[in-house]
């Protein structure tokens, strides 16, 4: 029997209780040499709804994963009508405060780095440099069989001409760009396949079940070395990919700081955890710290 990745996590130790206090944030930050490591939290206030929470989709919603993709043609079919219509939400998508203030602490050399578990591209619409996409982009595809690589907007045109007249109306819309479809509103939607070998398409992100690539991951390592510092902003950390590097910068005894409304697997490894709104919380930070949030927001892959 196949098991399914574990989706969800419940505090089951007594945790460090969250603060408003952003002072320990702003001292880090003014001090540089900061690592930041965002999550699905951070792109709320941008109409991307988080995983985990009181409101998270997971609490009507499985994740799409590797093993059933790969395997079943009905399933595909099910993600990629599924995933065409939310492609729609996410290109409307525009960064926020948070992604604003993170870029601005980039622009005056406050950061080693980004690292996003994020697939929406807001970092880089907000004008962050170097952001590592831990988890992929959605606004990507890749042929399993070729191995080519190609532009999620090139793929939304060819399901377009393949499934003329496709608009139901979603129940909603996931982190992982999956909109809320039933079976008959999924109907006989046509899937294309890579126009390169006829192979089988996928978006170039990480599927749950599937492993991030180890020279990603070590990339990653090498960042949190880097680091002075590691500043978690909007995740539960509750799945590996994240949490080890919370678990590293801890063991190699730098500051972990954490800026989450809820309770998250990495607490016990932070020297605080602000329970704050990350727009509003990430302002107050630049402003104390004297820096302008510059720029206009863009859509992901605008110049």
Same mark, same amino acid.
């Given at each position: 029997?196949?098991?399914?990745?574990?989706?969800?996590?419940?505090?089951?130790?007594?945790?460090?209780?969250?603060?408003?206090?952003?002072?320990?944030?702003?001292?880090?930050?003014?001090?540089?040499?900061?690592?930041?490591?965002?999550?699905?939290?951070?792109?709320?206030?941008?109409?991307?709804?988080?995983?985990?929470?009181?409101?998270?989709?997971?609490?009507?919603?499985?994740?799409?994963?590797?093993?059933?993709?790969?395997?079943?043609?009905?399933?595909?079919?099910?993600?990629?009508?599924?995933?065409?219509?939310?492609?729609?939400?996410?290109?409307?998508?525009?960064?926020?405060?948070? %992604?604003?203030?993170?870029?601005?602490?980039?622009?005056?050399?406050?950061?080693?780095?980004?690292?996003?578990?994020?697939?929406?591209?807001?970092?880089?619409?907000?004008?962050?440099?170097?952001?590592?996409?831990? %988890?992929?982009?959605?606004?990507?595809?890749?042929?399993?069989?070729?191995?080519?690589?190609?532009?999620?907007?090139?793929?939304?045109?060819?399901?377009?001409?393949?499934?003329?007249?496709?608009?139901?109306?979603?129940?909603?819309?996931?982190?992982?760009?999956?909109?809320?479809?039933?079976?008959?509103?999924?109907?006989?939607?046509?899937?294309?396949?890579?126009?390169?070998?006829?192979?089988?398409?996928?978006?170039?992100?990480?599927?749950?079940?599937?492993?991030?690539?180890?020279?990603?991951?070590?990339?990653?390592?090498?960042?949190?070395?880097?680091?002075?510092?590691?500043?978690?902003?909007?995740?539960?950390?509750?799945?590996?990919?994240?949490?080890?590097?919370?678990?590293?910068?801890?063991?190699?005894?730098?500051?972990?700081?954490?800026?989450?409304?809820?309770?998250?697997?990495?607490?016990? %490894?932070?020297?605080?955890?602000?329970?704050?709104?990350?727009?509003?919380?990430?302002?107050?930070?630049?402003?104390?710290?004297?820096?302008?949030?510059?720029?206009?927001?863009?859509?992901?892959?605008?110049?």
């Amino acid at each position: 029997m196949r098991m399914r990745p574990t989706l969800s996590w419940t505090p089951t130790e007594d945790l460090p209780p969250g603060t408003t206090d952003l002072e320990p944030v702003t001292e880090v930050l003014s001090a540089g040499g900061v690592l930041i490591l965002s999550g699905a939290g951070l792109s709320t206030e941008s109409g991307i709804p988080d995983y985990r929470g009181e409101d998270g989709s997971l609490n009507r919603h499985t994740p799409m994963t590797y093993q059933d993709f790969t395997a079943d043609p009905r399933a595909r079919r099910r993600y990629w009508a599924r995933s065409h219509l939310g492609w729609r939400t996410f290109g409307r998508a525009r960064p926020n405060a948070g %992604h604003r203030a993170v870029a601005a602490f980039g622009r005056h050399g406050l950061l080693t780095g980004v690292i996003t578990q994020n697939v929406d591209g807001l970092h880089q619409a907000a004008g962050s440099d170097g952001v590592v996409e831990l %988890h992929g982009s959605l606004d990507r595809v890749v042929c399993l069989s070729c191995g080519t690589s190609s532009p999620r907007r090139d793929l939304a045109r060819r399901l377009e001409e393949a499934n003329p007249g496709f608009e139901p109306v979603a129940a909603g819309i996931n982190p992982d760009g999956d909109a809320d479809l039933t079976d008959a509103q999924v109907g006989d939607f046509r899937v294309v396949p890579c126009s390169v070998c006829d192979g089988i398409l996928k978006p170039d992100v990480v599927f749950f079940g599937e492993a991030v690539p180890p020279r990603r991951v070590e990339h990653c390592r090498e960042l949190v070395r880097e680091a002075a510092s590691l500043l978690v902003l909007g995740s539960s950390l509750t799945v590996m990919s994240g949490l080890r590097f919370v678990r590293q910068a801890a063991q190699e005894a730098k500051p972990v700081l954490i800026v989450n409304r809820d309770p998250t697997r990495g607490d016990r %490894h932070a020297r605080t955890r602000v329970a704050l709104p990350l727009g509003s919380a990430l302002t107050t930070v630049t402003e104390r710290l004297g820096i302008p949030v510059d720029g206009r927001p863009t859509a992901p892959g605008e110049s």
